[in-house]
């Protein structure tokens, strides 16, 4: 199975920044839809951004769009997503997702659509 690690995580200011890493072992991401997903306390757990490894397509949350970027590291088959202007609200456990790409179409957005997911790291923006 794929494995996936997160990293990055901490406690920031508001306004402040965070780069998040998704390493894969045992395989690469080659042909791969993945996903960022957080979960603040007594939420459920809901879409940040998206990327399809292989066609480059990139979706967003609109709570995000324009404060998060979602990229990638092909040799290194590595997931990031760069979070700037972070904001009290955006505290929650973020994990990295990945399943198998739907040729053709946009990486999905629903929780449901990944298979495979990293135990998540922390992040915590403070007033």
């Known amino acids: 199975q794929l494995q996936l690690v997160e990293s990055g995580g901490g406690l920031v200011q508001a306004g402040a920044s965070l780069r998040l890493s998704c390493a894969a072992s045992g395989r690469t991401f080659g042909g791969w839809d993945l996903g960022w997903f957080r979960q603040a306390p007594g939420k459920d757990r809901e879409f940040v951004a998206a990327l399809g490894w292989s066609s480059g397509r990139t979706r967003y949350a609109e709570s995000v769009e324009g404060r998060f970027t979602i990229s990638k590291d092909v040799a290194k088959s590595a997931l990031y997503l760069q979070m700037n202007s972070l904001k009290p609200e955006d505290t929650a456990v973020y994990y990295c997702?990945?399943?198998?790409?739907?040729?053709?179409?946009?990486?999905?957005?629903?929780?449901?659509?990944?298979?495979?997911w990293g135990q998540g790291t922390q992040v915590t923006v403070s007033s």
């Open positions: 997702a990945a399943d198998v790409s739907s040729v053709g179409k946009a990486p999905p957005l629903a929780r449901t659509a990944y298979g495979y």
